[in-house]
């Protein structure tokens, strides 16, 4: 089974914090995702990479950055974290490749971030 | 861009009788529509998909089902029971293929009342 592992359930951290949240996954995933989820608000792509070093940005990034250093770990970084940014974030991976099958996206457990 | 609406917010039903669940999507050169299935606590797991150049998709007491013409696909459950109480999310990935992430619906909370 894929796994994919998020550092932390909860998470309360104070304005102005810098924030890393962690996640990787055992499945030698070329492309791995970050999403936040808000009520009423679905899931909204924050960053994506589908590849060591390389990253895009989704359709929400402002205030976020991410990291990729090795294949299986995946990290966003709240450089200064505000009140706004209190969420659920969902990180996620997918194989990769031309075939349909490989775009399933696998999801962690979740982060619960709270910014007081 | 993809956009997706999903239809409804929430959606009460009586255990035993059927769900269904809509999404309409924005490009036409979307072909590939997964749901997942987010239980309380837990992250969201893929439970069916359906490509483009199929019109329904069944596996047991769920089912999809696609009209191209129209850009919308639906999610039907059978017999609900208990443990189908959960958030339903539907997505949709573009032809250029799933590097840059699904575009998800904002999802459909699912009770199912005893």
């Known amino acids: 089974d894929v796994k994919v592992t998020q550092s932390s359930r909860y998470l309360v951290k104070r304005t102005g914090e810098k924030v890393f949240l962690e996640c990787v996954q055992d499945m030698d995933h070329e492309n791995m995702f970050w999403y936040r989820q808000d009520p009423g608000l679905g899931l909204r792509l924050i960053y994506f990479s589908y590849d060591v070093k390389m990253k895009e940005k989704g359709d929400i990034p402002e205030g976020y950055s991410v990291s990729r250093e090795k294949k299986e770990r995946f990290s966003l970084i709240l450089e200064s974290a505000s009140t706004n940014q209190t969420s659920m974030y969902l990180c996620?991976?997918?194989?990769?490749?031309?075939?349909?099958?490989?775009?399933?996206?696998?999801f962690g457990a979740g982060t619960r971030l709270s910014v007081l | 861009g993809e956009n997706v609406e999903q239809h409804p917010s929430t959606l009460s039903v009586q255990e035993g009788d059927s769900a269904v669940i809509k999404c309409t999507y924005s490009?036409?050169?979307?072909?590939?529509f997964p749901w997942y299935k987010q239980e309380l606590g837990k992250g969201p797991q893929l439970i069916i998909d359906i490509r483009s150049n199929v019109g329904e998709k069944k596996d047991q007491r769920i089912a999809v089902t696609l009209n191209k013409t129209a850009k919308h696909f639906s999610l039907h459950i059978t017999e609900t029971q208990p443990e189908d109480s959960a958030v339903y999310f539907c997505a949709a990935i573009p032809s250029g293929g799933g590097a840059d992430g699904l575009t998800f619906g904002k999802g459909t909370h699912l009770i199912i009342q005893p």
């Open positions: 490009d036409s050169a979307s072909n590939y």
């Open positions: 996620a991976s997918s194989l990769g490749g031309a075939a349909f099958s490989k775009n399933i996206q696998y």
